[in-house]
């Protein structure tokens, strides 16, 4: 079932999420299929249990093929993760194209780890451990920090790239890279 997606300014999109204490339960099967439900209905890249009003440590991300919302971005593969950790490999960070549900019609410029290692589990419990670098790495970034309370403008460093999606895109300023 498609769920309302709470935007930036509720008090529930700041707060720390619990870690899931169960794997494979029919609670947390019904999650998914919510957040799947509801990624799929709005086109996003990638959905948090959070930003469902649901205070749970569970991601989903990526997808086959083409997303309106990021037209040009490689494919990541369709990832449910559950309890993740992320560990940043090297010192490099790059900077990219960054848009969020709980932020509609805004586009921000935002600094990530190039490269990553994030392990956790899927909802069934089997264990996940991922090498990723670039759009795979930001996206994994993006949604994770959801679980921490952290939307992507409390990233950005430049603010002159910071803006409407559709005004950014008419000056030309927007290049998904
Ligand atoms: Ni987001």
């Known amino acids: 079932m ?8 509720d008090a529930r999109l700041l707060a720390r999420a619990a870690e899931v ?25 990638g959905l948090a249990a959070p930003q469902i009003g649901v205070p749970l440590r569970v991601v989903i991300f990526g997808g086959a093929g083409f997303n309106p919302r990021y037209p040009d971005a490689p494919v990541v593969p369709y990832t449910e993760l559950v309890n993740p950790v992320l ?5 490099q960070t790059e900077e990219g194209w960054e848009g969020c549900l709980s932020v509609p019609g805004l586009r921000g410029y935002v600094p990530r780890w190039r490269r990553l290692r994030y392990r ?12 990723v670098e670039g759009f795979h790495a930001r996206v994994v970034q993006h949604e994770c920090d959801h679980l921490d309370g952290i939307l992507y403008p409390m ?23």
């Open 155 to 177: 990233r950005i460093r430049d603010f002159s790239r910071f803006g409407f999606a559709d005004v950014l895109a008419a000056g030309s300023a927007v290049r998904a890279d």
């Open 120 to 131: 956790g589990f899927t909802p069934q419990g089997e264990p996940i451990d991922r090498e």
């Open 21 to 45: 204490p169960e794997f494979a339960t029919v609670e947390l099967d019904a999650l998914l299929q919510d957040m799947r439900d509801t990624m799929a209905a709005l086109s996003g890249a």
């Open 2 to 9: 498609r769920r309302e997606v709470l935007r930036m300014g």
């Open 87 to 91: 560990e940043p490999l090297g010192e």
